[in-house]
Each structure stands twice: as C-alpha cells, then as structure tokens.
C-alpha cells in the first residue's frame, strides 16, 4: 500500500497556489501567461527532483516519465491541468496534477516500483477560457484537433496558441501524438453539490454526459414601439423569452439528471423604441442518458417552433455539436472501488456533467476519474473550496489505485 504525505501535499498545494494568486484567495493562471509560465516552471523542477525524464511536446503539453522495472510495458498516465479560469479557484485542476505529483513522490519515499512506467502529464489550455477550445492539449494528444488548427488559434488580443507557446518558452519539440496506454487516472474536483449533499469524500465516475449545442435565429419584423399595435406585431425578442423560459422549463420534464442552458443572448436592432426584428441564442442540453439529449434537442425544436406561432415569428435551428455520452473503463472503476472498500472510504458512483481532459483519453486508452468533493458545488470562481481532509482522502486513494494499476 502506498501511503501519501500529508504534510508535502499541502506544502505544494499552497506554493503552487501562490502562482497567479488573487486577493480573494482564487487563481488567475490563464493558460499560456505569464503565471503559466511559472507554475510550469515549478512543475517541470519538481519532475526533475524526482529524477523524471521531462518532455514537452509542440503543443506545450509536459510529460514525466518514471521508468517501471519492465521496460517494454505500458505506462499509467496521471495527471490533470495547471491552467485556470480567469479568478478562478485553485482545486480545479490543479488538485489533480498534484495528487499526482505526490502519488509520484509517495512511490519514490517507499522505494516502491512496480513493472509499469508511470507518466505523469500537465495538459495545455484544459479551460478554453483564453484560447476557444477547451481539452486543447488533450485533443491534439488524442487525435480530436489537428496540431496546425490548435496552434492558429487566438486569443482576444489576436496572439496564436503558437506565439503565446514560444513567448513563455514551453514550444516543446516533442511530436503530440498518443502512445500505448495501460490506464489513464485523472483526478478533480466534482464542481458540483452531489457528493457534498450525500455525505461522500470521494466520487468514482462512471463516464460524462452527452450534449447537444444548438443556435436558434428567431426573425420578426421592427416596428415603432408606439404606434404599433401589439397584436400586429412579429416581435422575436417575446418569441425568444417564451422559448428560453419553455427550454429552462424541459430538463424537470425530461429526466432527474438533464440540464439545458442558454447561454448567449443577443437581439437586434437593440433600440428602446423599436420591436426586435431578430433574437439569436445558444442551447445547451446535456444528460448522462443519450435518449434524453435527443429527446430534449426535438423538445427545443417544437417549444421554439411554438413560440414563433404565438408571436408571429419564423425561426431557424441550427445544430452546432453534439457529443454522446461516454462511459469510463469498468476495470479501472472496479480498481477504484475496491481501493476505497479497503480503507473504508464512503463513496458515490457518478456521471459527470463536465467534460474533463479523461474524456478525451478515454476515446484512445482506458480510462477513469476521480472526484473530491466541492463545497457548494461553487467552482469557476475564487469560492471554490474543497475541504482539505476530503483532498487527503481522494489523493489518498489515486496513489494507491495509481500504484495497483502499474502493478498489473
Ligand atoms: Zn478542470
């Protein structure tokens, strides 16, 4: 059994929390800064340390391998992301990279070695919060996103991933491509109030939602807000209010766990004194069940359909992405549950709503994640708080599920 310090743990937590701190106790470490940069810096110092072999590849993603005693075997892959959102928290993500930084140095301090390498890995741009997509690393790693489209994306200012990658020094020269993968294990906070309400300390995912982006553009006709009576009117700003307020009203109608969000928002001509001619939104809706997504992408459809009769209004839905739910590696879970049945650990089976980088390893490895979890669900904001003993606690058991895993 491998055992983590506690203490070292925490020690890292708070210095790597320092780096890109706010006055709030939150993170503001958008991906390819200069905060970044130097949290990069002390990750690729602390793999060092270990005697890790570092490697960064072109799209900035860092990689540290500890060799196993069979070398031709497979390695575990561990790790999770450094970046942030802006005044962000500093669980999310960064609680995964180093639980796996200390799982690392748990296995060193017990001279434990088992046959697998091991490899531990930060990856580029998780949040896609400067640059659009987020899992940026991830995918290219995986296959998803071609290498040339990550790199030419830009941020508001108009700087490419490629620049920002060469001005912090992190352009790495290794290729991005995937590589035999025994067992991927990501740890991270649920971002999310399930486990909390249910008295867990640790979360064993069973896979992500599927979802479904749409864009609805609802057209009517401007005309003076005065004389105009109002039963002649093709107003889309009141056919877009009753369609989102029909869409809010679906997930109660459609299943426990589905959720639909709409996001963005915008009319026009946007004047005080003149009917709305044109309203455009986004749709989100997700559930763990695939059914349900489809059934709610059909239920969006009609409710906006309804609304434009009553306003006499036409729309237009166009279909923007749609994932389908993925289900994690059942032997990996299994692993999991019996390390935590072993320590008497409480926990919850649960999908989970985000997409995390493990969902993009999971197309190309087997994988699985861990959750710890968040007080009040709160994430995505400088609150976010998980208590510490539930960090020792989920840490505790990736170590040794990590160690199980590389021991097979
Ligand atoms: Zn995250």
């Not at 709409?262 to 455009?280: H, K, L, Q, R, Y």
């Amino acid at each position: 059994m491998v055992t983590i310090d506690e203490e070292r743990f925490r020690e890292s937590f708070e210095s790597y929390s320092r780096i890109g701190a706010t006055e709030n106790g939150g993170l503001h470490r958008l991906t390819l800064t200069e905060a970044d940069k130097r949290v990069r810096d002390a990750f690729v110092e602390d793999l060092a340390e270990l005697g890790l072999e570092v490697r960064v590849d072109r799209i900035g993603n860092i990689f540290g391998r500890r060799e196993g005693t069979d070398l031709d075997a497979d390695p575990v892959l561990i790790g999770s992301h450094l970046d942030s959102q802006p005044y962000g928290g500093r669980f999310d993500g960064q609680l995964g990279v180093l639980a796996a930084l200390e799982t690392l140095r748990a296995l060193e301090d017990e001279g434990v070695e088992p046959n697998r390498p091991i490899e531990i890995v930060n990856w580029t741009n998780e949040e896609g919060s400067r640059f659009p997509n987020a899992l940026l690393g991830s995918s290219v790693f995986s296959g998803g996103t071609e290498l040339e489209t990550a790199l030419s994306l830009t941020d508001g200012e108009g700087t490419t991933v490629r620049d920002a990658l060469s001005a912090i020094g992190y352009d790495g020269d290794h290729p991005v491509e995937p590589f035999d993968i025994h067992a991927h294990l990501e740890l991270h906070i649920e971002q999310g109030p399930y486990l909390e309400e249910h008295g867990n300390s640790l979360g064993i995912v069973e896979g992500v939602y599927g979802m479904s982006w749409l864009r609805a553009t609802i057209t009517g006709e401007s005309d003076h807000a005065g004389p105009t009576p109002m039963h002649t009117r093709s107003d889309a700003m009141a056919a877009a209010a009753d369609a989102v307020s029909e869409i809010n009203r679906l997930p109660n109608r459609l299943s426990a766990d589905a959720v639909s969000t709409v996001g963005e928002f915008s009319i026009a001509p946007g004047s005080i004194n003149v009917v709305p001619d044109t309203a455009e939104f986004t749709v989100d809706v997700r559930s763990y069940d695939d059914a349900v997504v489809a059934e709610a992408v059909e239920r969006v459809h009609e409710e906006i359909e309804h609304a434009c009769s009553r306003h006499a209004t036409s729309a237009e839905v166009e279909a923007l992405w749609n994932i389908e739910s993925t289900a994690f590696d059942p032997e990996i879970r299994d692993v999991l549950e019996g390390v935590a049945d072993d320590r008497g650990i409480a926990y919850e089976r649960m999908p989970s709503g985000a997409a995390h980088d493990a969902t993009r390893i999971n197309e190309i490895a087997p994988t699985a994640m861990l959750f710890a979890p968040s007080v009040d669900g709160r994430t995505h904001n400088e609150d976010e708080f998980t208590e510490w003993e539930d960090c020792v606690v989920t840490a505790g058991c990736y170590a040794e599920a990590v160690h199980q895993l590389a021991s097979e």
